[in-house]
């Protein structure tokens, strides 16, 4: 009676296990996968270096003249200098910057008088304190006064026979002005820009000169600004 028992068992439990293979192959298991967790990233700009303060080298060409003449029959043409010096840029919040450098500049003018050619050559450290607004990504504008400071001066008058070029003179910080600036830039690569921008004076230039005018000075400058992070 015991191994008609133990017989019967083993019988069962073949024959369960057949019929579950049997299921299996007809119903397989379905696998479930559960999706990937979850990765939380930081919102980061790829490359972007906006929160970076820089310094920085510029350095470019003027064409500069004046305006406002008193007088209006004295028209002036436009004379090429240069400028250089150092920038600077903080980051406040996106997209604005603050900007301010240190320039020397070249400006001047010629003006054609009934009785000859007089031209004036003035350097001046330029220190302009600019707000910068990233438009687009590599494309930027700026606008803000700029404090103006003479420190040399050169005349010369030509009246068709003879050159009278006065003595350079030297100023120690008793002329200064301000002006008004705009400008864009456009980035050609991530430390260089190339720069543009106009300024014009606020304040009348005394000139103090039998042959010139009181005016002021209005430049357009072409330039290269090199970024250092």
């Known amino acids: ?26 119903y397989p298991r379905r696998v479930v996968r559960r999706p990937p967790p979850v990765q939380r990233y930081e919102n980061r700009r790829g490359g972007d270096d906006f929160y970076t303060p820089k310094v920085g080298l510029a350095a470019g060409v003027n064409f500069s003249n004046t305006v406002d003449a008193y007088n209006s029959d004295f028209s002036t043409s436009t004379i090429a200098g240069w400028h250089t010096g150092l920038t600077f840029e903080v980051p406040i919040a996106y ?74 003179y030297t100023y120690r910080g008793d002329k200064s002005y301000i002006s008004g600036v705009i400008g864009v830039g456009i980035n050609l690569n991530r430390n260089v820009e190339l720069r543009g921008r106009y300024a014009i004076d606020l304040d009348k230039n005394y000139s103090n000169s039998d042959f010139a005018p009181d005016y002021r000075n209005q430049v357009f400058s072409l330039g290269l600004g090199f970024k250092f992070n």
Do not use: W
């Open 1 to 26: 009676m015991k191994k008609f028992l133990m017989m019967t068992i083993c019988l069962i439990a073949v024959a369960g296990s057949v019929s579950a293979q049997r299921y299996d192959r007809r």
């Open 95 to 168: 997209p604005l910057s603050f900007a301010p450098e240190v320039l020397f500049s070249q400006k001047g003018y010629k003006a054609e008088t009934i009785d000859g050619t007089f031209k004036q050559r003035t350097n001046y450290v330029d220190i302009p304190l600019l707000a910068k607004f990233r438009l687009v990504p590599g494309f930027n504008f700026v606008i803000g006064p700029q404090l103006t400071f003479i420190t040399s001066t050169r005349n010369t008058f030509d009246d068709g026979f003879n050159t009278i070029s006065q003595p350079e």
